[in-house]
């Protein structure tokens, strides 16, 4: 019965504490990371729902310090993360919190790794490897859609050059994850439908990946059934504390997924447009769903007709080609549900033209199921403007 399955390692050194009190002992929980904590997060939002100061009042239970620095933007930008990891060396800072969306929590494991080894962000970008253990860092998401707080990713801007490009390493792991599905009731219905997309991209991406195994495929089939059940009421009706854990709970197993398995081109596209056109990751991401998965759709009919079937498609009926091409329906009819434009024309995105230098850098596409070259990467992104 296992004569074709892959061989595979699986790694996952966080410890996630979920639920909605899980914030209740918080500083219990960090109490052995240090004595002062560098609070990396956004401009306005943790703040003015209370976040920040219920993060800071639990520490000093504990007689833990908080540095804040609350610099953070959508798509934070080297230069902002190189500040933070001067400011966590000056202040002598034990470990760092990330406490927003992902653009917090990456920049909180780029600061990390700033402090760690001395380095400009930028240089993790371009290759430079972590050799040694960094900060701990500690993810409290208020969000639920990036999964960073399970993945060894952290995705970077560099707006002088209009470059957007991850690094990875098995350093920046968070060493603690709280997963507190209240933190995203005060969410727009906008960030709720795209960070829920997000979550959903990750999913489908890890599963259809060529990496993809086993473990990570357990992970990212449970992640897409939970966003298909509950991202329509989190959406319609945010207030709803069971759909609210559902999608936090599918952030976090997305997460694991593309952990192990990684992202597909979907990713690739979405980060060349946010880096040009500074987009949400994930409506760039989501935009380009749809079709990224009609043209990936032949490199495994029975997975994409999975796909389907999970996301509540009568199926029975269908050859497994056609079911599986309607895995693409089924993203475009949730993306109407919650409200989302349908392509990038609808967003303000301007000329495709210069998101193509972006997309073919070389390595971009290795995990890709099926490989694809400059003209139909063109045609991938062409659909996906709308024309």
Known sequence: ???????????????????????????????????????????????????????????????????????????????????????AKDEGC????????????DAAKGIAAVVA????????????EIKKKVL??????????????????????????KRKDAFASKYIYPSISILNPSLTL??????????????????IEAYTSVLANSVSDLFALEAIRLVS????????????????????????IAGVAIAQADTTIAHVIGEAIGAIYDTDHGMSVTLTLPEVMKFNCVSNFEKYANISRIMGLNISNLSIREAAFKSAEAIRDLMIDIGLPLNLKDKG???????????????????????????????????????
Do not use: C
């Open 1 to 87: 019965m296992f004569s074709n399955m892959k061989n595979f390692n699986y790694f996952m050194p966080t410890k996630v504490i979920f639920g909605v009190n899980s914030l209740d002992n918080v500083s219990n929980e960090l109490a052995n990371l240090g004595t002062k904590a560098l609070l990396v997060t956004g401009k306005s939002s943790a703040r003015k729902y209370g976040y920040t100061d219920l993060i800071i009042n639990s520490l000093k239970k504990n007689n833990i310090d908080t540095i804040v620095f609350e610099e953070i933007e959508s798509n934070p930008d080297a230069l902002i993360i190189d500040k933070g990891g001067q400011l």
């Open 94 to 105: 034990n470990f760092i919190i990330g406490l927003g969306g992902g653009s917090a929590i």
């Open 117 to 128: 080894e001395n380095k400009s962000i930028w240089d993790f970008v371009e290759g430079y």
């Open 136 to 161: 701990p860092i500690v993810a409290i998401p208020t969000t639920a859609g990036t999964g960073s707080e399970t993945t060894p990713y952290s995705v970077v801007s560099n707006k002088k050059i």
């Open 186 to 203: 005060s969410l727009s219905p906008y960030y709720t439908a795209t960070t829920g997309m997000d979550t959903l991209a990750h999913a």
């Open 229 to 252: 059940e509950n991202l329509r009421t989190a959406v319609s009706n945010g207030k709803d504390i069971n759909a609210r854990s559902n999608m936090m709970l599918a952030s976090a």
């Open 349 to 387: 995105v301007g000329e495709i033209k210069n998101i193509m230098p972006l997309v073919l850098r070389p390595g971009l596409t290795a995990t890709n199921p099926r490989s694809i070259d400059k003209k139909q990467f063109e045609e991938i992104i062409k659909a996906s403007y709308g024309i």
